[in-house]
């Protein structure tokens, strides 16, 4: 590696760090002006009852682009909140849990922010409550195979039946018998084991509902009974052939 390409590498360092130590910025600001622009959406709502009926066209469109800009500024700060979260996470719970907080925190964050947005927007929330509900109830059962995915990676990172870099053994009718690998990595819907053959993705549904045992440094080459010692500590000899004839 020459003196350029050192430098060129240091610089990319620097700049990865600076861009670490910013995001939280980043997040504050958004989340600033997200509450910022609420509260004026709110002091423009004042002056009218409905969008659409009487009032001031100056207050509506003043409310409006304040409520479209609290739900822009909102969703980018949850966003990098859970980022920045995720990032400080990973060196001390791992890739896979920082990952299931990150997801936790934009969903609930997205909720929160989508409610505001609405409100602001004087629309009927508890309307809109009721049709999200069972729209929520349709989407469950059309992804009930997903969402079984997700729960099932959520128990396997908090039960801890293994972790990353175990040599493990599933065996399961699913998995058409019995496969063996190393751990590499536990997502929030898939496992990835390496094996013998190749890198294969199994779903956390299948691998939570099979049998699963750490693969031993010996397990494939199984040692046969201990030959008896004997007194002198010289091996024993073998068995005995016929009488020689008496001269």
Known sequence: MDLQEKRQLDLSAQVTKVKARARPWRAIIAGLLAI??????????????????????????????AA?????????????????TRDVLQPVTGLAHAAIVRYAIVLLGILLVVSVTLALFKLPISQLLVGGAITSIILGIAAQQALGN???GIVLLLSHP?????????????????????????????????????????PNSQVLGSVVGLVRPAAG????????????????????GPPAPAS
């Open 36 to 65: 910022a622009c609420g509260i004026l959406s709110w002091h423009a709502g004042q002056h009218f009852g409905e969008y659409f009926g009487p009032g001031a066209v100056g207050s509506k469109v003043i409310a409006a682009a």
């Open 68 to 84: 479209a800009a609290t739900c822009l500024f909102g969703i980018i700060a949850v966003l990098e909140f859970g980022g920045r």
């Open 150 to 152: 997700v729960f099932a």
């Open 162 to 202: 293994f972790v990353v870099g175990d040599a493990v053994r599933f065996r399961a009718g699913a998995l058409s018998g019995q496969i063996e690998g190393t751990v590499t990595e536990i997502g929030i819907t898939y496992l990835r084991l390496e094996t013998v053959e190749g890198v294969l993705h199994l």
């Open 221 to 240: 080459q199984p040692a046969g009974p201990p030959a008896p010692a004997s007194p002198s500590g010289a091996p024993p000899a073998g068995p005995a």
